[in-house]
Every structure is written in structure tokens, then in C-alpha cells.
């Protein structure tokens, strides 16, 4: 069972009683400051007065949001930027050349350059043909459990 003051817990937090000395300062310390149970913590600064206006005000902004989204334009990729390295393609063809050591790989990694391909060229193979490409009769599935006898 928690101690409260006497008078019930109508009494304010700093209306406790204190061992030491008591000064006004107290109430305006960060670390001193007691909060109430279920309440926000006071604020321990003064504010000077109510027209102070702490940061930069930003005047407004012209373009809302419904002028930014109904002129909605598109990236447009740089066509003369090349594309990264590919350290994949690299490292394999330097392992099928027989290359082990650090040294060696990045040697044959600037004699032998290799890229990242893009668009249409990162495309690696066409999609698998699928049975019903042949067989346009072709079904997928399970047959059904009941079949009718006329069908058999």
C-alpha cells in the first residue's frame, strides 16, 4: 500500500511534503518535477508571453495537394546513364578461368568488364511453353468425383 498525504489524494504533487529546503525553483526543475498519475507532466519553463512564436513561420505553400496530383508527371530514366557493374557475371567468368586469389579476380574484373543489363536485355529467357500451348483440348486440374455416366 503506496503512503499518501494526509487529506486524500485532492492535494496537488508538489503540495507534499519535502524533506529539505523548499524553494520556487523547485517547481521549475526538469528533474524534481513530479507528475500527477494519468495526467501529462506540467511544463517547467515560463513562457515569456502568449505572441511568442518559437521556429521559423513558413508562409504558405501555393501548390496544394490537388494541384501536385492532378499534374501527376512521370520519371523519365536517363537514357545516357550506364548501367552498374555486374560483379556476378564477373566473379563467375574469373572462377572458370581458374583465378583464386584477390589479386588476381581484380585483374581480370578490369581487363574483362562486364555490366548490368537493362530493359529488354534483362530479360534472361522466354517464359516455358505450357501443355495447353500444344493441345488447346488440354485441361488442368483434378477431375471431378462425381462423373456422370453419359460422359464415361
Not at 508538489?14 to 523548499?22: A, I, P, V
Not at 498519475?37 to 505553400?61: I, Q
Not at 517464359?127 to 471431378?144: E, H, I, Q, R, V
Amino acid at each position: 500500500m503506496a503512503w499518501q498525504p494526509v487529506g486524500g489524494s485532492a492535494r496537488h504533487p508538489d503540495d507534499e511534503l519535502r524533506c529539505g529546503t523548499q524553494r520556487p525553483s523547485m517547481k521549475q526543475n526538469v528533474l524534481i518535477n513530479k507528475t500527477e498519475l494519468g495526467k501529462v507532466k506540467r511544463t517547467t519553463f515560463n513562457n515569456s508571453s502568449p505572441d511568442t512564436v518559437y521556429g521559423a513561420s513558413m508562409p504558405p505553400d501555393e501548390e496544394g495537394a490537388r494541384a501536385v496530383i492532378s499534374t501527376w508527371q512521370e520519371h523519365v530514366p536517363n537514357p545516357h546513364a550506364k548501367p552498374g557493374p555486374d560483379f556476378k557475371a564477373m566473379n563467375r567468368a574469373a572462377a572458370d578461368s581458374g583465378l583464386t586469389s584477390t589479386q588476381q579476380i581484380r585483374s581480370f574484373r578490369s581487363d574483362h568488364p562486364a555490366y548490368l543489363k537493362t530493359g529488354a536485355e534483362s530479360v534472361a529467357q522466354k517464359p516455358g511453353k505450357l501443355p495447353s500451348d500444344k493441345d488447346p483440348n488440354f485441361t488442368y486440374g483434378k477431375p471431378a468425383a462425381y462423373r456422370c455416366g453419359l460422359s464415361v
